[in-house]
């Protein structure tokens, strides 16, 4: 009679470990990612970026999705010389398959990625909860 409340206290404490355990969360490119990313960043028609002097702008915050390595997010930090002139933008890319390629599909301000990543990526990338802010 014992065993019961022992074996059910053991499987309470693997539920709390399994509910308290860390969400999936994106992870820091490679350099060779990294650079292939600010590239495709920097000559990306999407949102005007490639018309932006890259002096102006830093490629920043580089993610790559652990739930899927073909989509990736950075930012465009300006240069402490263009803060006051040029904004912040979020950038969401994805590697086509069978290329080595990072192509941008989104980019701007807010709900960045929606309609275009799946909401597992959305959510990795840019924080639990994220695709429940897209329309």
Do not use: H
Not at 82 to 99: E, H, N
Not at 108 to 124: H, I, K, M, Q, R
């Amino acid at each position: 009679m014992t065993r019961r409340p022992l074996v059910a206290a053991a499987l309470a404490a693997g539920a709390l470990g399994l509910a308290a355990s860390p969400a999936l969360a994106s992870r820091k490119p490679t350099t060779r990612q990294a650079q292939a990313i600010t590239k495709a960043v920097q000559t990306s028609p999407v949102g005007g970026a490639s018309d932006i002097p890259t002096n102006q702008y830093r490629v920043t915050g580089i993610r790559v999705s652990t739930v899927s390595r073909v989509w990736a997010t950075a930012n465009m930090t300006p240069t402490k010389a263009y803060k006051d002139t040029l904004q912040s933008a979020f950038v969401m890319l994805v590697r086509p398959a069978g290329t080595q390629s990072w192509v941008v599909v989104d980019l701007g301000t807010a709900e960045v990625g929606c309609g275009y990543a799946p909401d597992p990526v959305l959510d990795d990338l840019r924080g639990s909860g994220y695709s429940q802010s897209c329309p």
